[in-house]
């Protein structure tokens, strides 16, 4: 029977299991698992209220007595079958119950209707007594009570099973703490139903109360039913990216693999351990990161937002990066902790090194490429000046030989002398124009040839930069039976700074583009216009070749795209719009030209106050 002993402990049980469901419904908790669990409190009240009922009907009234013993069989099948449903659903994650899950309860339903009909055909009872040592159980016990000892058994299995795979040292708290609750009851129930103890009915329901003791504390100090499943964990624990969970106080709560094998050993991050408890005397590197994350955190309290930063580490001699943000977690409208992700960013800024270092060198090699196709309009422009100075000094040595020869001869007169000196000063400025367009071309030459590391800062107007341009594309021009006509509408107060070379290496590209983009019957006429609207310098060049294809038009500024096959790389129109962007701060466009082919052309703003020593920007000054 009952005793007063095992009456107490219900009456305390009790009291707990309606503060765990109070709590349950107060804080509104709607997840699955946290709906079971109430479940399983509701059937552990009604289990203990049954056996109170059972202690306050008097021995004689057997017919009471059955009644509650029923009753209190309701718990005695479901308890089992809801602690597996907890550790299946904490496991795998379940929002909803599947529906193969409803077949666990089809054993605890068919045990109910045996026990509550068993005066018909005694299998559960052959003889129903209060009293242990006088109760005789039928067949059908030895089927219901193994299904509730399967279940307890597969709960435990399943919780330690994912514990130990998830190598989490919380989880494994948690996993050890629910595992005692659902043992205890187990050997319990087991040496009752066998009759290894001489064991009272109460004390099944009163080891129950073990499981309300350890759950209670898995609940309330290890966050059992509020943290993330042991499935999510396990997907986290795989991922490159660090995380890691703070309380408001600083308190570390969790963390996955990755950060305990960067971060969490080096700097003495353990879970249920404040961050400004950790010592680090001899390690500057852990001692950067904790510092970092402890400001970063409380500049994440101060300013309730989130906080992202930079944060640098050797692994395994190698430096590593990692983009930190820091994530402040409002409850109503409290902080009650942080988020802290560590997202890898070495791959990243390698790559995009390696993409920087890789356009430098395409660029490169675009810009030798056209240097390699002017070599033989320069060396053509070359002859003419050269030859011109050759025949001006044999012009003018002749005319040096003839004035000596004539000295002392008394039919020349002064007048023969000056004109001999004029025909002399008409080859020297003969010469001094072909060495100045020599040396304009070797000036164009050498900037297009300059490396791209390199920047020749200056002040230029867009009349030398339309002069540079055609003396470099003049062979390539003729050869191709094209006429450059030149528009420059600018005033001549405008000038521009930076790296003309770069304009002269955009606008160079622009005509080359034409001169390809020519049909053999059409007109070969390209046009290079300048002007001034807005504050802002435009320069286009127009063609009436073939146009823009409308599969590349939608590539064309993004992507390195040709319409030249194998004879063009796709470089020249990406390469010169990130010069106009990079360092003018411009915009290039294109369009189709109205009488047929294309316009391309670039903006750049004109900024007057501009100084002369920001490269990046166009200026338009007043003529003094």
């Known amino acids: 029977m009952i005793t007063n002993g095992a009456l107490f402990i219900f009456y305390v049980s009790i009291i707990g299991l309606v503060l765990i469901v109070s709590r349950n419904l107060r804080t509104n908790r709607n997840h699955l698992i946290n709906k079971i669990y109430v479940a399983f409190s509701l059937i552990l009240i009604e289990w203990m209220l049954a056996l109170i009922g059972m202690r306050f009907t008097g021995m004689n009234n057997t017919f009471m007595l059955y009644i509650w013993d029923s009753l209190s069989n309701f718990g005695t099948s479901m308890a089992p079958v809801l602690l597996l449903l907890i550790a299946i659903v904490f496991t795998r994650h379940y929002d ?99 009759k290894l103890l001489d064991l009272s009915i109460a004390a099944t329901p009163i080891s129950f109360v073990f499981t309300v003791i350890f759950h209670g504390i898995a609940i309330e100090k290890l966050n059992f039913l509020n943290i993330t499943p042991i499935a999510t964990q396990h997907i986290l624990d795989w991922i490159s990216d660090c995380y890691l969970i703070l309380s408001d106080d600083g308190l570390v709560l969790n963390y996955n693999r990755p950060f305990e094998e960067i971060f969490g050993h080096r700097c003495g ?224 107060s405008v000038v521009l700074h930076g790296d003309i070379n770069n304009l002269v290496q955009v606008v160079n590209n622009f005509i080359s583009n034409a001169i390809d983009a020519q049909l053999a019957e059409g007109d070969h006429t390209i046009e290079l216009k300048v002007w001034e609207q807005d504050s802002q310098l435009s320069l286009s060049v127009s063609d009436h070749g073939s146009g823009i294809q409308d599969t590349v038009r939608r590539q064309l500024l993004n992507e390195m795209v040709t319409t030249k096959g194998t004879a063009g790389a796709g470089l020249g129109i990406y390469m010169s719009k990130a010069l106009i962007q990079g360092k003018f701060d411009g915009e290039l466009w294109f369009r189709d030209n109205d009488n047929g082919g294309a316009i391309f052309g670039f903006t750049l703003p004109l900024n007057e106050e501009a100084s002369a020593g920001e490269p990046l920007s166009a200026e338009r000054r007043t003529a003094a």
């Open 269 to 492: 991050i353990t879970i249920n351990k404040s961050l400004k408890k950790v010592r680090l005397d001899q390690d500057p590197g852990a001692m950067a990161v904790v510092y970092n994350l402890i400001s970063s955190v409380d500049s994440a309290r101060q300013s309730r937002s989130v906080i992202a930063y930079e944060q640098s580490i050797p692994v395994n001699n190698v430096m590593h990066y990692y983009m930190v943000e820091i994530t402040p977690l409002t409850l109503n409208r409290m902080i009650a902790g942080f988020s802290v992700i560590y997202k890898d960013v070495t791959k990243l800024k390698e790559s995009m090194k390696n993409l920087q270092n890789s356009q430098k060198r395409m660029m490169e090699q675009e810009r030798l490429a056209s240097l390699g196709q002017m070599v033989g309009g320069i060396a053509h422009n070359l002859k003419t000046p050269i030859m011109s100075i050759a025949g001006g000094l044999s012009a003018m040595e002749d005319l040096v030989q003839e004035a000596m020869d004539s000295l002392g001869d008394p039919e020349v007169t002064v007048e023969d002398y000056r004109e001999i000196c004029q025909e002399i000063r008409t080859w020297i400025r003969r010469c001094k124009e072909a060495s100045a367009y020599m040396s304009d071309i070797i000036t164009a030459v050498k900037g297009q040839a300059a490396n791209m590391s390199t920047s020749d800062q200056g002040v230029f107007t867009p009349e030398q930069l339309i002069r540079r341009t055609t003396l470099l594309m003049r062979h390539e021009l003729t050869v191709h039976h094209c006429q450059l006509k030149v528009d420059n509408q600018a005033p001549s």
């Open 96 to 194: 909803h119950l599947p529906a193969k899950t409803r077949w666990l309860l089809v054993v605890p339903v068919l045990t109910n209707i045996v026990i509550w009909t068993n005066p018909l055909h005694h299998l559960h009872y052959r003889h129903f007594s209060v009293i242990a040592s006088e109760v005789q159980f039928g067949p059908y016990m030895y089927v219901s009570g193994g299904y509730s000892y399967l279940c307890m058994i597969c709960a435990i299995g399943i919780m330690l099973h994912y514990a130990f795979k998830s190598n989490n040292r919380l989880y494994m708290q948690q996993a050890v703490m629910f595992s005692l609750g659902t043992l205890i009851p187990l050997v319990v129930s087991m040496l009752a139903t066998f």
